[in-house]
Structures are given as C-alpha cells and as structure tokens.
C-alpha cells in the first residue's frame, strides 16, 4: 500500500484539479447563456431568408439565375472546417475534424478536396496530411457579421470564378447544453427549393425578380456562414461546460477513493504501531 505522504500528494492534486475544471465549468456556462441567446434569436431570421432565397432563385431561368446558383461537375471541393481554438470540450473538434476525412475518404473520394479552416484545433491537425487554404481562427477574437462577411466574400469568389464548384460547411449544429448536431451543410452552389415539398405563392415584385435575388444571394450566403460560425461557438461552450462537469464529477469520486485508502492507510499504521507497543510490554513483562 502506498505510504501517507504519497496519498496527501495525490489528493491534493486531484482536489487542485477539481478546482480547476469546476471554475472552467462556471465560465463556459455565463458564456453559453450569452452565445444561445445569440445562436435563437438569429436563427429564425436566417433559416427565412434562406427559403426565401431557395424560393426565388429555384424559379429563375438558367440565364438570368445567379453565378453562385450554377450546378457544373465537380472536380474540386472545399471543406471549410468550423471548429474551436481551445480544447477540454469533449469531442466537440474530433467529431468534425472526423468527417472532414471521412467526406475527403468517402463523398468527395472522386474529386480533388482542400480545407479551409475557421478554428485553431481544426488547422493543426488537417494541416499535417491536406490542403488548408486559408486560416480564420482569429475571428473569435471578435465575432461578429462585418467579420464573417469577409470570409464569405471570400468563398463567394472562390466559386464564382470556378477555383471550386463544391464548397460545403462542416461544423456542430447547437441543440442544448449537451447535445450538438454534426452538421454537413451544402453552401455553394446555392440549394434551389424542392417544387415538391413547397407551396406555389404568386409574389408581387418590386423591383424585378432578378434583382432582388441577385441583392438577396450575398447577403443570405453571408447570414448562413455566421448562423454556421454561431452554431459551433455556442455549441463549443456547451460541449465544454458538460466535459467539465463531467470532470469535476469524476475528480470528486477519485478524491472520496483517495481519502478512503488514505483512512485505511492510516488505521493500518495506528494498528501496527499498537501491535508493536503490546508486543514490546509483553516481552518487558515475560
């Protein structure tokens, strides 16, 4: 059994450590509270201007539609890959960073894949074995929509002028503290509305159709690219404050543990010193 001073050690390394993840659990949970009220109330908005949009540009002509509407074969593809800059937050990165490769293995095997990276822990490992053509971790440093625009300016052009006839959105969809949603999200070329599962409404436009979708187009592509980035940050924050409660919880129970062989420890050496003490009167006796 070990001695004393090595189990005071470990309990209070275990009780530092519990420490430590309880505070990081109390910080991610003021900051899920802050990003979830972001993430709902942006939410209804973007996901209705997204049908609007799929609604319009569906009915246009192939002529007059819109250049980031146009279906041509793909030959290239880019992932971009929404992940977070810091860690301890459960499988939050694994899991997107794993279908990363699974879509580069499997879905887009045919085509020539390459990675944009919107998150550190994203960057660092796909940059080891594929393409990254750009890195946007910085963005958290201040999130907000002027920002993402320009990222999604940026993928805009990389279709338009055909660098990628594919580009699809990798990231966790935020459900509740404790459930995120994996997420493989087509963004260019824009999704036109399934005729069968919509209902036909006679608009009346002013100005033209055209116009309006052409107005429409880069504004809802940069709302679905912030909706996306806002959906990874809350569920970031969620992933992490259930990592670190569960953390806390399981340094909580190796402490009990600790201090009960500590307790056992400490009766066995009261119990042989007193064994010891009789044993010695008794030979003084006999």
């Known amino acids: 059994m070990a001695n004393l001073k090595e189990i005071r050690n470990r309990i209070a390394s275990v009780s530092s450590t519990m420490q430590i993840t309880s ?10 509270k ?11 908005y973007a996901n209705k201007l997204t049908e609007l949009l799929q609604n319009l540009s569906g009915s246009l002509d192939a002529d007059t539609g819109s250049a980031y509407a146009n279906e041509r074969p793909v030959k290239k593809v880019l992932a971009v890959v929404i992940t977070s800059n810091r860690g301890l937050c459960g499988a939050f990165n694994s899991n997107v960073i794993k279908q990363c490769i699974s879509l580069q293995a499997n879905t ?17 490992i796909l940059r080891k074995k594929n ?38 959105l990798v990231y966790n969809k935020f459900k509740n503290a404790a459930t995120q949603i994996l997420m493989t999200e087509q963004f260019l070329p824009i999704v036109a509305a399934n005729s069968e599962s919509t209902t036909a409404i006679d608009y009346i436009y002013e100005p033209e159709k055209e116009k309006i979708v052409m107005e429409l187009i880069p504004k809802s592509l940069k709302t679905q690219l912030y909706k996306a980035i806002r959906d990874s940050f809350a569920s970031e924050h969620g992933a992490r404050m259930t990592a670190m409660h569960k953390a806390t919880d399981n340094a909580s129970e190796l402490r009990d543990q600790l201090k009960l062989t500590y307790n056992k420890a400490r009766q066995a050496a009261i119990t042989n010193e007193i064994l010891e003490i009789v044993g010695g009167a008794e030979a003084l006796n006999g």
């Open 34 to 44: 802050k990003a979830q009220d972001a993430i709902t109330a942006m939410r209804p």
């Open 23 to 32: 505070a990081m659990k109390m910080v991610s949970a003021a900051k899920l």
């Open 108 to 124: 887009y095997k045919e085509q020539e894949v390459h990675f944009m990276a919107i998150g550190k822990k994203g960057n660092d």
């Open 131 to 168: 393409a990254i053509i750009a890195n946007h971790s910085k963005v958290y440093d201040d999130l907000t929509f002027d920002n993402v625009a320009l990222i999604a300016e940026e993928l805009m052009k990389h279709f338009a002028d055909g660098t990628y006839d594919h580009i699809v």
